[in-house]
């Protein structure tokens, strides 16, 4: 399911499923395009994209869908993932630190490399993780 949320925003629910990555990173980069955002970061986003919904669907117990949020305004670029097992502030999500016990493998530091924040949250079987590109 894709909803289209004006002036600038997307939500994609993702089926916990590895074969779903190939459709969202096309949803992502017709979205992107559409919203002008310019095409080095069109590309990197899809990068973070691919490495922290493939996170999700590892993470993911019972095939539950994973919640990809996108937002673009004349600052900043912002992007969540997220199990839909619950709720969470997205306010109160703690900047994720280098070095921390959540981190684990590459995808994280190859995140890290190419937006300007990373935060992640878990509790109640629910993680989420944003990131924030500056434009």
Do not use: K, Y
Request: negative net charge; aromatic residues 2%.
């Amino acid at each position: 399911m894709v909803t289209l949320h004006p002036p600038r925003q997307l939500l994609v629910e993702l089926s916990a499923d590895f074969r779903a990555l190939a459709r969202l990173r096309d949803q992502l980069r017709t979205w992107l395009s559409d919203a002008e955002v310019a095409p080095p970061v069109r590309e990197d986003l899809l990068l973070v994209a691919t490495e922290l919904c493939t996170n999700a669907i590892e993470a993911t117990a019972h095939a539950e869908p994973i919640e990809v949020r996108v937002s673009v305004d004349d600052a900043a670029l912002r992007f969540s993932v997220a199990n839909i097992a619950g709720s969470v502030d997205e306010d109160e999500v703690p900047e994720l630190r280098h070095g921390s016990l959540q981190e684990r493998g590459r995808g994280l530091a190859i995140v890290r490399a190419l937006v300007d924040t990373v935060a992640m949250s878990t509790g109640d079987g629910r993680t989420v993780v944003r990131t924030m590109q500056l434009l």
